[in-house]
């Protein structure tokens, strides 16, 4: 999920001047990474499989205006509990963070009773796949390839072209691209043998499960 800092929450909790670990922020999902997080995958702090990406031109749902948004760019953010957007790293029992010496910026900078700081970093200076593993031969050219074969601006073209709507079957091209998408992940847990926690990070989250909200849109 796609979350801009909401200022009605800030009008709402206007007089906290600290966090009283209600858990709210942390229920509502994990943060977006930013290219100051970058050293917090690298050094191991927040492993890639905790992790899961929402791709560039992706539908989300954004939390303040209720509509359908398209991702600007890689948006890499902490994975939810079970199905439930709270973050991995949520402790609900204690009310406490798992990370908390290595939480993203975007945590660090979150105050619900001032969200000014976060409002000034959204959107900017984002962290992307290219940025963490770009280096890595064969790896990078097969996300780039699965990018060009499964872009969202072209699926989503494609949608609008056949006027798909709510209750009706994918465009025959579109579920042939949701089988393409399911037999890689097959291919690289089998024959790279890859974590398969590693896949939505890597190729983002599977399109039978995205391409879902396109037919609705």
Not at 24 to 43: A, M, N, Q, V
Not at 190 to 199: N, T
Request: glycine share 8%.
């Amino acid at each position: 999920m796609y979350e801009k800092p909401s200022t009605n929450h800030n009008k709402l909790t206007m007089k906290l001047k600290e966090c009283k670990r209600c858990g709210t922020c942390c229920r509502k999902g994990g943060p977006s990474f930013h290219l100051e997080d970058k050293g917090l995958i690298e050094d191991g702090h927040i492993p890639a499989k905790h992790l899961y990406t929402i791709r560039r031109g992706e539908p989300v749902r954004d939390n303040i205006s209720g509509s359908i948004i398209y991702a600007p760019s890689d948006i890499i953010k902490i994975r939810g509990q079970g199905n439930t957007w709270a973050c991995f790293y949520y402790n609900e029992d204690e009310k406490k963070c798992g990370i908390y010496e290595y939480r993203p910026i975007e945590c660090r900078v979150l105050k619900c009773w001032d969200t000014g700081e976060i409002e000034r970093i959204y959107g900017k200076n984002m962290l992307s796949r290219k940025d963490l593993f770009s280096k890595v031969e064969g790896l990078w050219e097969l996300v780039i390839d699965y990018d060009e074969r499964c872009s969202y601006k072209e699926i989503t073209n494609l949608f609008k072209e056949t006027g798909s709507r709510k209750g009706e079957r994918f465009p025959e091209k579109a579920a042939e691209l949701v089988e393409y998408d399911n037999t890689i992940r097959e291919l690289v847990i089998k024959k790279g043998s890859l974590d398969s926690d590693l896949l939505d990070f890597l190729f983002g989250r599977p399109l039978s499960v995205t391409l879902k909200t396109l037919v609705q849109i």
